[in-house]
């Protein structure tokens, strides 16, 4: 069975707001997490990864959060833009080079 | 472009042929892997290569399923007889030596058979 999940398929946001999309994880041996974005007929486009020795890791206008107790990780996207519209993926590996997906949660960014 | 290329982007082909398709990879990234993807669902890991090695294949890659990669390089994945449950998007990655797992994706090969 898959190791994440994400708590929504779905997710709108009013454009200019953040977006705060959850991840959760079941396999305490994950040690490494990746969010990738997805837009309708491209491949998965890396946004942010962390690891597990870190709780937060900050890029452009991304952040990615982890809490290892509850095996939980989130993607927060400040200043929701129409550009963010797509499917959202999180995926982790454990200790190897494999990377196994949830089933994502789709963005809809209103104008 | 320096991105994973695949090729070709879309393929139909009626049940039973069979399809191959192509990745050119990262320029010197030496991991290459191939995932499968199908409506709404996430990825699916299907096979991995470190440099000409093939270090692990899914149970999801049955016996008509083979993947190459000859020269370290570019790599092939070739279906057999194929099923219409084949229909999917087939995702090639790579990563270089020394960035841990962090995997770059082509735009992927979709596969309708009909």
């Known amino acids: 069975g898959e190791s994440v999940g994400l708590h929504l398929p779905t997710l709108s946001v009013q454009e200019g707001d953040n977006s705060i999309i959850n991840c959760a994880y079941s396999n305490s041996a994950s040690d490494y997490f990746i969010w990738y974005k997805q837009e309708s007929g491209k491949g998965p486009q890396f946004i942010i990864d962390i690891r597990s020795n870190m709780d937060k890791r900050q890029g452009q206008r991304v952040t990615v959060l982890l809490n290892k107790t509850v095996k939980h990780l989130s993607l927060q996207i400040a200043a929701t833009q129409p550009g963010d519209s797509a499917v959202y993926f999180c995926a982790e590996s454990r200790g190897d080079y494999k990377l196994s997906f949830g089933a994502g949660t789709t963005v809809t960014v209103r104008a | 472009d320096t991105g994973v290329s695949q090729d070709p982007r879309h393929k139909i082909t009626k049940r039973g042929q069979n399809v191959t398709f192509r990745c050119d990879p990262i320029?010197?990234?030496?991991?290459l892997y191939w995932y499968r993807q199908t409506l709404g669902q996430g990825p699916e890991f299907l096979t991995y290569f470190q440099n000409e090695a093939q270090l692990e294949k899914s149970r999801l890659l049955s016996d008509r399923f083979s993947a190459e990669r000859p020269k370290g390089s570019f790599s092939t994945l070739e279906i057999q007889r194929t099923e219409q449950g084949d229909s999917a998007m087939y995702l090639c990655?790579?990563?270089?030596?020394?960035?841990?797992?962090?995997?770059?994706f082509g735009e992927g090969s979709w596969l309708t058979v009909v």
């Open positions: 990655a790579s990563s270089p030596r020394y960035s841990g797992n962090t995997i770059y």
């Open positions: 320029s010197e990234h030496n991991r």
